[in-house]
């Protein structure tokens, strides 16, 4: 179908000096308004710049450039955690979904490799890095592309609290949904592949999942093939590359917090779109980075009281973050399928 997914200005957050609280507010008001309806919206003015997004894309290529035997100098362990590393194309399955969608996803295979970068100061999961002579300057540029995007993080986070018209107590407490050093860094590259393996019930780029966390962040290369469910529809959407945009999804613990004011938004990366698909020579390799906010491990995810009402009773239980993830996180990977 033909849509335009949501495009968010938040100018308004990242050039203080130039903008009115008014101009929060509006641009605010919209993003929670994309977000309410959708579960996701794309953003400009995060403050992350085309030079360093284009910087960004170049260590990705070097990074999955690398010969295999070079890539599994940094393994991804034979478990969910630490949740850090390289892990190869079929090491992943399909993350889990609560419907039907999600339900037949978990038999597809993953057609892609990733590695999982934590914050340096993460005390419960070490990152795992490759030899500093395999590839020179990737530690290095990998720990301040974090800390950069940590920081991203807190501008929808503020628009959010901004736009809902949250009070200090509330504000507060949504704050505890973004933790800077337990959240994580995805660099995700998707080989080559013919568009009939795509189109087969065995093997998917990445199969249709919501993601556990508060939110996440996602920066595509120019070959598209990123889908979001509309939730009222129920049809998948092309979510477009464009230039500048970042794409900010709902994920569980925001859908939790808010009672389902903003749900957690499935999505998948699949066929490109008909208008950029490639013809029978096979769709080309497509390249992101993910950053995954969440709330401290430890950290018990309640809903916000404003959000439950006789009309609109509670759907949640409070949950600890860590024990939610772990129950997920057994469904997100099959290990040892090198």
Do not use: C
């Not at 100018?11 to 929670?32: E, M, N, P």
């Not at 959708?38 to 990705?60: C, I, L, M, R, S």
């Not at 920066?219 to 464009?242: K, S």
Request: charged share 20%; glycine share 8%; net charge negative.
């Amino acid at each position: 179908m033909t849509f335009t997914i949501p495009t968010v200005d938040l100018t308004a957050f990242t050039a203080i000096s130039t903008h009115s609280d008014a101009d929060r507010v509006r641009a605010g008001q919209a993003l929670v308004a994309a977000l309410h309806r959708y579960g996701f919206a794309k953003v400009t003015g995060h403050g992350f710049a085309k030079d360093e997004v284009d910087q960004a894309f170049g260590w990705n290529q070097k990074l999955f450039d690398l010969p295999f035997a070079d890539k599994v100098k940094a393994p991804h362990p034979p478990g969910p955690f630490p949740h850090r590393g390289y892990s190869g194309i079929d090491q992943s399955g399909a993350p889990p979904s609560a419907d039907a969608v999600g339900n037949s996803s978990r038999k597809i295979s993953g057609l892609r490799e990733s590695y999982e970068v934590g914050s340096e100061d993460d005390d419960q999961q070490q990152n795992i890095w490759l030899p500093e002579e395999t590839l020179p300057g990737f530690r290095n540029y990998a720990t301040s592309l974090y800390e950069k995007l940590a920081g991203v993080g807190s501008v929808p986070l503020n628009a959010i609290g901004v736009g809902l018209g949250l009070d200090e107590k509330e504000r507060d407490a949504l704050e505890q949904l973004a933790s800077h050093r337990y959240s994580q860094l995805r660099f995700l590259h998707y080989p080559a592949v013919s568009k009939a393996r795509l189109q087969s019930d065995v093997f998917a780029r990445l199969p249709a999942h919501n993601d556990w966390g508060s939110f996440t962040m996602l920066f595509q290369d120019e070959n598209d093939g990123l889908e979001l469910r509309d939730p009222q529809t129920q049809e998948f959407i092309h979510a477009e590359p464009e230039e500048g945009t970042l794409v900010l999804n709902i994920g569980d613990m925001l859908g939790r917090f808010t009672n389902d004011y903003f749900k957690s938004a499935v999505h998948q990366v699949a066929v490109p779109s008909p208008d950029t698909a490639a013809d029978e020579r096979g769709i080309p390799a497509r390249r992101s980075i993910a950053f995954f906010v969440g709330p401290v491990p430890s950290h018990t995810v309640a809903t916000l009281p404003r959000f439950v009402s006789s009309d609109n009773p509670g759907r949640y239980d409070p949950v600890r973050f860590d024990e939610y993830g772990a129950v997920v996180s057994k469904y997100h990977y099959q290990v040892g399928n090198i």
